[in-house]
């Protein structure tokens, strides 16, 4: 049977997590698609597809990337396997630009099931956007073949993946120990782990359907008291319990452990929190 729950399992403080994560790391999906498309033809219709879009954070940004105010002929179409995810995605569409609710769609299903459905017509999308998703995605190389049958001649991959573990310096253990068993999760899952970034692009050169146009690593980084510091902290949280849950070596006493070990490293100025490393992808369909 299809799991269609969120993979983290939302509740209100991951919603909380997800939009403060969202306020950090929205400049650089922003610059992708600057990157991608600097300029939009208001005269131009364009088809985007975001892949994986959780509770909908990066569907105003994409909305008014693409102007779909100004052309009602534009439209975005969403794929989501989580019901839970889909409910706060449609009361955030109808909140924050419920001027072009009718121009976005919502897919609730698997890549594989669209594609064997003809749900997305083949060599329709002009824009294929992904954040933090493919680390999550089975049968990653079937996946990104699906996904560039969907792009139009000259269509556009934009993704912005994670591509290595976080880390503090001085490093801790116990916060390695976390990492790695998110990782293990992940993977025994069926998912692709954190070098999912540093994996996509060598899967797009070797199916040589692509023409790869940027590849961008990048760090956050932040000390504590710091806004970078809030969020990973609640992400390693997020990450490393739910990893308990999932096939993960990490148990009840670690969580315990680390927030006492999280306190006193936020009375450090000694301490530097660094992120899963990101980049960003962008390639065109030849």
Not at 35 to 53: H, M, Q, T
Not at 129 to 135: D, N, S
Not at 171 to 190: M, P, Y
Request: charged content about 20%; aromatic content about 8%.
């Amino acid at each position: 049977m299809e799991d269609h729950r969120y993979v983290l399992g939302y509740t209100q403080t991951e919603g909380e997590r997800l939009a403060h994560q969202h306020s950090i790391v929205v400049q650089t999906s922003q610059e992708a698609l600057n990157v991608a498309f600097p300029v939009i033809d208001p005269k131009r219709d364009y088809n985007v597809l975001e892949v994986g879009s959780g509770v909908g954070l990066m569907i105003p940004v994409l909305a008014s990337h693409f102007q779909l105010a100004g052309n009602p002929n534009s439209k975005i179409t969403s794929i989501e396997p989580s019901h839970e995810s889909i409910a706060t995605m449609k009361k955030r569409i109808q909140i924050v630009c419920p001027q072009v609710e009718s121009q976005i769609s919502i897919i609730s299903s698997n890549i594989q099931g669209i594609f064997s459905q003809n749900l997305i017509p083949k060599g329709s999308i002009d824009c294929i956007f992904t954040r933090y998703c493919l680390i999550y995605v089975p049968e990653l190389e079937n996946v990104l073949s699906i996904l560039t049958e969907w792009l139009k001649p000259g269509g556009k991959f934009v993704f912005h993946e994670i591509s290595e573990n976080m880390y503090y310096q001085p490093r801790e253990a116990l916060i390695e120990k976390g990492c790695q068993a998110f990782d293990q999760a992940v993977e025994k899952a069926g998912g692709n782990g954190v070098k999912v970034g540093k994996i996509v692009p060598k899967i797009l050169a070797d199916q040589d359907k692509v023409t790869i146009d940027h590849v961008k690593p990048f760090v956050y980084e932040g000390k504590p008291g710091t806004e970078i510091w809030k969020w990973l902290q609640e992400l390693f949280l997020s990450l490393a319990t739910n990893s308990q849950t999932r096939g993960g070596h990490w148990t009840d006493q670690d969580t315990k452990d680390v927030t006492d070990k999280f306190k006193k490293m936020s009375e450090s100025s000694e301490v530097v929190a660094y992120s899963f490393e990101q980049t960003t992808i962008i390639a065109t369909l030849k």
